[in-house]
């Protein structure tokens, strides 16, 4: 009798592609480019996780997800319990699950990696979002008794939402104050509706509302009431006032008409819905030439924004080369897909206005890679004697901001680094003052959504210390 050899397990290799949009359908709209895993995708992708003993892919998210925990859910087909083990941690998950750079975090010390392509974690975390939505449900985490604490939090970006969050679970009373007429700070106003739709981040500010959590907007702080006058009503103030502050390259011609910051031209088209127009109030300019200086997400947003309104050439203008692009790979190939010019060594130099005070031209200069710099990254050099002269009708400067001004002038003893930044204490994100905590881009600088998050987490989690060393007023 002949021994039959045991079948030897075949390992399904291939991560599982995302459907989209395809690109000559998706520049004529703003809707969501990405459309997310079926069931039956999500499962399969799910099913190639190896459940490793000791997970590194945990080690890569800040905000401490039980990553494979979640993912074995998805495969046990029991969706709803996936959800509540992101929920413990991550309030935002239809939000980090489309924005998050998972290629620089869980997904790059995932150990499928190594030889092929990681668990597509981000996609899977989408999924069990998007479930939880269309399946109309809320997972509710258990909520600890009232301690009758109060706890401003200004802002309700990323960071704001998540200490809040955490907070109101832990007992306390949390209220935020916005200075814009909606939640999400960036995610609402500059992160495009393609990338990030809106009614999901409503929904996701909607849920911490449903826990309890009150929420002002219209309100500036710094303006409508200082941080000091707060804290005569409140325990303790988190500040996650973001980064706000648009750079400029500070070269001729900045101030002429149809040059905008990045922070201006998406506010316009993302907050004020200016792509609308005559319907919403607020106008954008669609011009048929754009150069969008930059190369990170905020560039390949106003670039793609650009091509959606029209625009019959965009150009993305980068000093460096494209290894050295700062944004998300897979932005840089939807831009791509998209039509966007990429002038790679490439540093304006001058913009140049015609009789009206309006741009007309850009003039720049080649470059080529040195030696590297502070960042690790090769310096651009100038090439001698290689300017020239391009035409373009708009210009969108997108090369980074600073944190916003406002709380560190109007509030007395807080340290303040020399970009600008709050300074805290890393391990608590304590500030100078002993019942100010801050995190988010505010400290950081511009930085990322799962980064303020996390600043939220390890700042609520100080501050619910703090609060239960001054005792339950409840
Ligand atoms: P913010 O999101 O800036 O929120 C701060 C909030 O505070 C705002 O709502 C603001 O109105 C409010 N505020 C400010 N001052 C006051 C005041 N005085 N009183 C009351 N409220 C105040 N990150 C990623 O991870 N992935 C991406 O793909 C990505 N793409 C991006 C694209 C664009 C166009 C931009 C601009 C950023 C992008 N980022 C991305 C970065 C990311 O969005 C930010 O790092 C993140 O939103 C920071 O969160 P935050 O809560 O610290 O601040």
């Known amino acids: 009798m002949s021994e039959t050899k045991p079948e030897k397990k075949i390992l399904d290799l291939a991560r599982r592609a995302m459907p989209k949009q395809t690109p000559w359908e998706r520049v004529k709209n703003f809707d969501e480019v990405a459309l997310g895993y079926p069931a039956e995708t999500a499962v399969g992708e799910a099913a190639r996780c190896l459940q490793c003993?000791?997970?590194?892919?945990?080690?890569?998210?800040?905000?401490?997800?039980?990553?494979?925990?979640?993912?074995?859910?998805?495969?046990?087909?029991?969706?709803?319990?996936?959800?509540?083990?992101i929920k413990k941690t991550n309030a935002?998950?239809?939000?980090?699950?489309?924005?998050?750079?998972?290629?620089?975090?869980?997904?790059?010390?995932?150990?499928?990696?190594?030889?092929?392509?990681?668990?597509?974690?981000?996609?899977?975390?989408?999924?069990?979002?998007?479930?939880?939505?269309?399946?109309?449900?809320?997972?509710?985490?258990?909520?600890?008794?009232?301690?009758?604490?109060?706890?401003?939090?200004?802002?309700?970006?990323?960071?704001?939402?998540?200490?809040?969050?955490?907070?109101?679970?832990?007992?306390?009373?949390?209220?935020?104050?916005?200075?814009?007429?909606?939640c999400g700070g960036v995610l609402m106003y500059g992160i495009p509706e393609f990338r990030l739709p809106k009614a999901i981040v409503n929904r996701e500010v909607d849920y911490v509302r449903s826990l309890g959590v009150k929420i002002f907007t219209d309100f500036v702080v710094g303006k409508t009431r200082t941080v000091d006058r707060l804290l005569q009503d409140f325990d303790a103030i988190f500040v996650g006032s973001g980064a706000g502050l648009p750079w400029f390259m500070e070269i001729p011609g900045e101030n002429l008409n149809g040059v905008y910051s990045a922070n201006e031209y998406l506010t316009r088209v993302n907050l004020m819905k200016g792509f609308r127009f005559p319907e919403y109030k607020t106008p954008v300019k669609r011009p048929s030439?754009?150069?969008?200086?930059?190369?990170?997400?905020?560039?390949?947003?106003?670039?793609?924004?650009?091509?959606?309104?029209?625009?019959?050439?965009?150009?993305?203008?980068?000093?460096?080369?494209?290894?050295?692009?700062?944004?998300?790979?897979?932005?840089?190939?939807?831009?791509?897909?998209?039509?966007?010019?990429?002038?790679?060594?490439?540093?304006?130099?001058?913009?140049?206005?015609?009789?009206?005070?309006?741009?007309?031209?850009?003039?720049?200069?080649?470059?080529?890679?040195?030696?590297?710099?502070?960042?690790?990254?090769?310096?651009?050099?100038?090439?001698?004697?290689?300017?020239?002269?391009?035409?373009?009708?708009?210009?969108?400067?997108?090369i980074g901001n600073s944190p916003n001004p406002l709380i560190p002038m109007t509030t007395p003893g807080l340290e303040i680094n020399k970009k600008g930044g709050i300074v805290t204490v890393p391990e608590t994100a304590q500030t100078s003052r002993p019942n100010i905590w801050a995190g988010g881009d505010i400290v950081r600088g511009a930085a990322t959504v799962i980064s303020a998050m996390g600043d939220g987490r390890v700042a609520?989690?100080?501050?619910?210390?703090?609060?239960?060393?001054?005792?339950?007023?409840?």
């Open 460 to 474: 609520a989690a100080s501050i619910h210390r703090y609060l239960m060393n001054l005792g339950s007023k409840a």
């Open 53 to 85: 003993k000791k997970p590194l892919c945990n080690q890569g998210c800040p905000v401490g997800i039980d990553i494979p925990g979640f993912i074995r859910r998805i495969v046990e087909g029991d969706f709803a319990a996936g959800v509540k083990k």
């Open 92 to 182: 935002l998950p239809a939000i980090c699950g489309r924005v998050c750079p998972q290629e620089e975090q869980c997904e790059k010390t995932c150990v499928l990696g190594n030889k092929r392509s990681p668990i597509a974690i981000g996609r899977l975390e989408r999924f069990l979002a998007d479930w939880e939505a269309a399946a109309g449900r809320t997972e509710v985490p258990d909520m600890a008794p009232k301690t009758g604490r109060k706890v401003a939090i200004v802002g309700a970006g990323p960071a704001g939402i998540t200490v809040s969050n955490d907070l109101i679970i832990l007992g306390h009373d949390v209220t935020i104050f916005e200075a814009l007429h909606e």
């Open 289 to 398: 030439r754009v150069a969008v200086v930059g190369g990170g997400n905020v560039a390949m947003d106003s670039a793609r924004t650009a091509v959606r309104l029209g625009a019959d050439e965009v150009h993305l203008v980068y000093r460096r080369s494209k290894a050295e692009l700062p944004a998300r790979a897979e932005e840089v190939e939807n831009a791509e897909e998209e039509g966007v010019i990429f002038d790679l060594l490439t540093l304006p130099v001058r913009l140049i206005g015609d009789a009206n005070g309006w741009i007309k031209e850009m003039e720049c200069l080649r470059m080529e890679l040195g030696e590297p710099d502070a960042s690790g990254r090769r310096r651009p050099v100038p090439v001698e004697g290689s300017n020239f002269i391009a035409r373009f009708d708009a210009v969108v400067i997108a």
